[in-house]
């Protein structure tokens, strides 16, 4: 599984920024997918995740800290998810990592548990 990630950059406190992962090299029945983020000499920890089938989209999720603004949404054609930050912060400065899982889980916010990986974007937030 490859998944290939793009949509990072600077911008300005309050504006807007639109992440955007293909996944590739498998196909499933069902998509579990997601992003991370990881800021300087901090955790990595969940953003968003989202789950689809077909053309149906059954789940999302979001972390409390971009809740009203953030979405995560996908192109089930393409095996593509996006994440579209709005209201963008300072403390949403980080390298963004896409993430998939190969089978659904109890919980998808937990770093450990996620079985690929895209490589990072970085996302810088000027105050």
Do not use: H
């Given at each position: 599984?490859?998944?290939?990630?793009?949509?990072?950059?600077?911008?300005?406190?309050?504006?807007?920024?639109?992440?955007?992962?293909?996944?590739?090299?498998?196909?499933?029945?069902?998509?579990?997918?997601?992003?991370?983020?990881?800021?300087?000499?901090?955790?990595?920890?969940?953003?968003?995740?989202?789950?689809?089938?077909?053309?149906?989209?059954?789940?999302?999720?979001?972390?409390?800290?971009?809740?009203?603004?953030?979405?995560?949404?996908?192109?089930?054609a393409v095996n593509t998810v996006f994440l579209q930050m709005n209201s963008l912060k300072p403390e949403d400065t980080a390298v963004y990592y896409c993430a998939?899982?190969?089978?659904?889980?109890?919980?998808?916010?937990?770093?450990?548990?996620?079985?690929?990986?895209?490589?990072?974007?970085?996302?810088?937030?000027?105050?």
């Amino acid at each position: 599984v490859q998944l290939q990630a793009f949509g990072g950059g600077l911008v300005q406190a309050g504006g807007s920024l639109r992440l955007s992962c293909a996944l590739s090299g498998r196909i499933f029945v069902s998509y579990y997918m997601g992003w991370f983020r990881q800021a300087p000499g901090k955790e990595r920890e969940f953003v968003a995740q989202t789950a689809w089938s077909g053309r149906n989209i059954f789940y999302t999720n979001y972390a409390d800290s971009v809740k009203g603004r953030v979405t995560i949404s996908a192109d089930s054609a393409v095996n593509t998810v996006f994440l579209q930050m709005n209201s963008l912060k300072p403390e949403d400065t980080a390298v963004y990592y896409c993430a998939a899982w190969a089978r659904p889980r109890r919980s998808y916010t937990n770093a450990g548990d996620v079985d690929y990986w895209g490589r990072g974007t970085l996302v810088t937030v000027s105050s």
